[in-house]
């Protein structure tokens, strides 16, 4: 009968190589990494006026008839609360905006590509 115990030994050996390999590449790996990910990285900050724009835009286009976003004075009972809703990022209120889903109708090509954009990025701005 041939025995294991050497080749039990390689195993572990090669196990405890392989913990270490992983116990050193995650730190660097993260050392390495940006400090944001980039799909919540933020657009850059609006101005005053900008935000002005974005907030008659949230108003004008009716946004507060079912969201509630305090900034805008909008109590809307209907889509998810905007204020302090940390799952949202600018990409998915853009794609939300333009294309709906559920209850929410999209919006793509009755609102400039442009006032979308400056749309989710007030809302991101303003939503702290």
Known sequence: ??????????????GLAALAMAAITVPVASALATAEDP???AAAELTAEQVETAR?????FACGACH???DAG??????????GNTSLDHDFIVNRV???QGAMPGF?????????DQLA????????
């Not at 909008?74 to 204020?83: C, F, R």
């Open 121 to 128: 990025t007030y809302i991101m701005q303003v939503k702290k």
């Open 56 to 60: 008659g835009n949230f108003n004008n």
């Open 39 to 41: 799909t919540q990285a």
């Open 74 to 83: 909008a109590s809307g009972q209907i889509g998810p609360v905007l204020d």
């Open 1 to 14: 009968m041939k025995d294991f115990a050497p080749t039990a030994g390689r195993l572990a050996k090669t």
């Open 108 to 116: 793509g090509g009755q609102i400039p590509d442009e006032e979308i």
């Open 98 to 100: 333009v294309h709906g």
């Open 68 to 70: 509630t976003l305090s």
